[in-house]
């Protein structure tokens, strides 16, 4: 028998990347603002070189945005964005679900459902964390067993991008994302295996959770006392 290969671990670079994108997605570094090697070498305390590579990625993925002989600043949040992912996803989940159908691990999925309801005495950005990682992990078991691999990527990157815009709207509110029973009610679909119930319950949930992150977002752009990064429309 073979010994085990230990798991690798994960380069400088690809930590200090890790890093700095969940506190861009969490919004602990805020949409629109500056930043630099330096502050962030020393934030994170890492040295130039996995610095560089870490900001590379990140300017690929449009999470942030190199400004020549000035540093960088953190994309900002337009409420386009907002409007644009949720109607990609309105469309590319029910999709995702229905091809699901007969697939999907149903015991992972009520154990998703269950972490996406639990309680926690922490800061309300931790909380908020905790839920949105569940809801991404349900959302994209239900994507991997579509096995569709372009959807699956297309929508954890939606997903990624949702995090930013409901860490901002609901923190600035001061409140944690709630989901009423539509996960049961889709897991009992995917049980009975309804095609047609599954799609119509996710293009529903999809539609609820926008209509509740676009009040939240609306509520912090009328806000008069906060410095907010949202912008209206993205510039061209």
Known sequence: MLPSRPTPTLSLADAAYNQIRHDILSCRLMPGAMITESELMDSYQIGKSSCRVALARLCHEYLVVSRPRKGYYIAPITVQDVEEIFTLRTQLEPLAARLAVGRVDIELLRELEAACRVELIAPLPEQIDVFMNANKRFHLAIAQASGNTHLIRTLSG????????????????????????????????????????????????????????????????????VLLPILERRPF
């Open 158 to 225: 939606l997903m990624d991008e949702m995090s930013r815009l409901v860490a901002l709207g609901f923190n600035v509110q001061k409140t944690k994302p709630e989901i009423k029973n539509d996960h049961n009610a889709m897991i009992q679909a995917f049980t009975d295996r309804d095609a047609k119930r599954v799609e119509l319950i996710a293009r529903r949930h999809i539609e609820t959770f926008q209509a509740m992150t676009l009040e939240k977002v609306y509520a912090t752009l009328s806000k008069g006392d």
